[in-house]
């Protein structure tokens, strides 16, 4: 069964640090998308790529996140410099571009930044 | 533009009780409806989907019907248990552009 994954399960930083999160799409998946999800925001958009090109990232903070994708097989999601508010866990889900394709989580990336 | 509105929740049931988590939509055109379960420390996952109006959907005993006339996607399942317990997120699916809109989500817990 195909999986969305992602790296490092959690990562607890220091304020100030840089943080890099890692995804593996599954396999033919062309969309990708990066969500964050707090219990006070919910599941917040903040990026997604399409055939590896950004759609849109208006949900990032511009000055401090940034999100790639530098070949079909991974994305990444970083924060410099990251800061406490950035606490919260990250998903990773990829989906085909085809109508009425479902999109598929990965287990996400827990940050703590203290 | 689209968007999903769901129950408030939480939702706390007894074992074998029924189950309705109400969910309506606004979009344009003719989206994908699909419902994801989460449970703790875990991404969200596919509980079932439909794709055009009065399909229904289906799995692990849990329904949905795509109405078209109410815009509205209301899970129901007819005798919960214990594992059910989690939160269900209700969301329409992209037919033009590619993002996805999703509630806010409904804690349910079941309790024995």
């Known amino acids: 069964d195909a999986r969305v994954t992602q790296t490092p399960r959690d990562k607890v930083t220091e304020m100030g640090q840089e943080v890099t999160m890692r995804c593996q799409p599954i396999?033919?998946?062309?969309?990708v998308f990066w969500y964050r999800q707090t219990m006070m925001q919910g599941l917040e958009l903040l990026a997604y790529f399409r055939n590896r090109a950004p759609l849109d990232d208006s949900g990032m903070p511009k000055d401090r996140f940034s999100a790639e994708m530098p070949d079909a097989t991974l994305a990444t999601l970083k924060i410099q410099p990251s800061e406490p508010r950035d606490s919260a866990v990250y998903f990773c889900?990829?989906?085909?571009?085809?109508?009425?394709?479902?999109?598929?989580f990965g287990n996400g990336t827990r940050l703590t930044v203290t | 533009g689209n968007s999903v509105t769901q129950m408030e929740g939480p939702v706390t049931l007894s074992e074998e009780a029924f189950l309705t988590i109400n969910c309506t939509y606004t979009?344009?055109?003719?989206?994908?409806l699909f419902w994801y379960v989460q449970y703790p420390g875990e991404g969200l996952q596919l509980l079932l989907k439909?794709?055009?109006?009065?399909d229904k959907g289906s799995n692990k005993g849990f329904e949905a019907t795509y109405r078209k006339e109410t815009t509205s996607f209301h899970l129901e399942k007819g005798s919960v248990q214990v594992s059910d317990s989690a939160v269900y997120f209700c969301a329409l699916g992209p037919n033009t552009g590619n993002q996805f809109y999703f509630g806010t989500g409904t804690s349910l817990t079941v309790i024995p």
């Open positions: 889900a990829s989906a085909r571009e085809t109508t009425n394709s479902p999109l598929h």
């Open positions: 439909a794709t055009k109006a009065d």
């Open positions: 979009a344009t055109g003719y989206p994908s």
């Open positions: 396999l033919g998946h062309n969309t």
